[in-house]
């Protein structure tokens, strides 16, 4: 990785902002890979789901010794080569990710994975700790926010009614909040140098062009 990280864009902020959309918008327009590290955790809580392998037992780490998590050059998430692209976004390997999050192993784990994917330089890295642990360093860092209730609004019109209704959702995102902000292995929050970016009333394309207008001149960099 580029020590200046002229050629890293980071993207942090909690659960139901919006992360992953804006981050795979801004990678498209810049021509740059997308390094969505949420999906990372959700393989690793998968793994561990399918092997009944819970976040306080004795055999997490041999687990992790024996993962592999990835992307294809497609953008797929391969888990030990396997896609399970779709496998990792239901409702309960979601939760339980944010849950193993909180786990100083599993993050120093995938900490090692994401930065080997970022040596190359020109990525949209999201997620919650990017900006201020993974990559420190990189130039242009953003946090996007908006209030818990549009957060839930969000989500549940994503989801669908099939994971409870507008408030079970909110309190589930309120639930993770707490998690994320209050973890003693790097939290949850914006990083010193990053712009703070309240999505509460903007669409995914205000919140993409707002974006972009801060690096426009990115593509010129690092290549």
């Known amino acids: 990785m580029k020590q200046n990280g002229d050629n890293i ?14 981050a795979r918008r801004v990678a498209e327009g810049l021509g740059f890979s997308c390094l969505e590290t949420g999906a990372m955790y959700r393989a ?4 561990a789901i399918e092997a009944e392998v819970d976040c306080d037992s004795a055999l997490l780490s041999e687990l992790l010794l024996e993962t592999t998590v990835d992307f294809s050059p497609e953008g ?11 496998l990792v976004r239901t409702e309960r390997v979601s939760s339980f990710s944010s849950r193993l999050a909180e786990l100083a192993e599993v993050r120093k784990f995938l ?55 507008v408030l079970d959702v909110e309190n589930e995102l309120s639930r993770r909040d707490r998690r994320d902000t209050l973890r003693s292995e ?14 509460t009333r903007m669409n995914i394309e205000e919140v993409v062009s707002t974006i972009m207008l801060r690096v426009k001149d990115i593509s010129l960099l690092g290549n």
């Open 44 to 47: 690793v809580a998968l793994k």
């Open 111 to 165: 900490v090692k994975v994401q930065r080997r994917i970022g040596e190359g330089g020109n990525i949209v890295a999201e997620g919650r700790d990017m900006g201020t642990n993974v990559f420190p360093r990189a130039k242009y860092k953003f946090y996007l926010d908006a209030a818990v209730t549009e957060r839930a609004r969000r989500r549940f019109f994503q989801n669908g009614p099939e994971h409870g209704s």
């Open 9 to 22: 864009v980071t993207i942090d902020g909690p659960s139901g902002v919006g992360k992953s959309t804006v």
């Open 76 to 86: 797929k998430v391969l888990l030990d080569g396997r896609d399970v692209s779709v």
């Open 186 to 199: 790097n939290p949850l929050r914006p990083a010193p140098d990053a712009v703070i970016i309240d999505t």
